[in-house]
Structures are given as C-alpha cells and as structure tokens.
C-alpha cells in the first residue's frame, strides 16, 4: 500500500531540510493525541542512525517501532524504514523538491499492514485516516517552525 502527503513550506529546500536534522524535530513532530513516546531519538539521519518509539496502537496496546536510517542525500530527500514494529514492512520517503514559493515537502510512504488480508481490507480505511492526520499535523508543524525562521 502507498500513502502521500505533500505540503509547499515557504522557505528554501537547504532550510527545510536542516528543520528535519534538528535533533528535537523527531519529538516536536509528534501530535499529542498519539501518545506514542520516543525512547530514542535518532542522533541524525545519517545512514544507520536509528530511532526508537513506544507507539501506541489502540487503547491499552502500545509496541516497540525500530527504525534506521537508509538514505541520506540533503538537502534532497532522507528516508527510513522500519526494522521492528506494527507493520509488515514500512519505507518511508521524505523529499524536499524547490518549488517556486519555496520547497515542496514530500512524504512517500509504502507499507504492508499487518493482519494479512484483513490489514489490506480494514487497512485502507483504518490506516490512511490515521496517516492523513498524522502528516497534515507534522506538515503544519514544519511550516510554521521554517516560515518563522526557527
């Protein structure tokens, strides 16, 4: 399966991409009713660095989410996947493009649900709509710290 959200940030692609290699941008970009919680942050997104998160899942269900870093090419595009957690597999794309008002935000994600079948079936609706709200808030996140100039 393939999700896509994309946003123009009024800023540069090179300061869209430093936002990113902020070491508190991985918490600030968590949306408070996820109540995930991250054990570790990755210290960058160098190829290899890694990143730990207690992921909540559904009332009362919480799994450990490891994932690593494996692609680097600033200030064009980084990406993860991950290693161990609720999906089946999880690639995770970010590309910053330039843009004439500024730089493109791009989040490419391609994932296999977990539950077999029943993950595909429920997981178009149960998944997308948690992954549209999830980046609508990281995207409006990232343009309000970058259109600021912080």
Not at 40 to 67: F, K, M, Q, T, Y
Not at 114 to 129: A, D, M, Q, W
């Amino acid at each position: 399966m393939r999700f896509k959200a994309q946003t123009v940030i009024h800023t540069t692609p090179e300061q869209l991409f430093a936002f990113h290699e902020h070491p508190d941008a991985f918490a600030l970009l968590m949306p408070p009713w996820e109540k995930s919680r991250v054990i570790e942050s990755a210290p960058n997104l160098h190829i290899g660095s890694r990143a730990v998160v207690d992921a909540h899942i559904a009332p009362g269900i919480s799994i450990r989410w490891e994932s690593m870093h494996t692609a680097y090419d600033p200030p064009h595009t980084f990406e993860d996947q991950q290693m161990r957690g609720p999906f089946r597999s999880w690639r995770h794309r970010h590309i910053i493009e330039p843009h004439p008002d500024g730089a493109l935000l791009i989040d490419d994600i391609e994932y296999a649900p977990p539950l077999g079948i029943l993950g595909r079936i429920f997981g178009k609706f149960i998944i997308e709509r948690r992954l549209r709200r999830l980046f609508a808030y990281r995207h409006a996140v990232t343009r309000e710290h970058c259109e600021a100039g912080e």
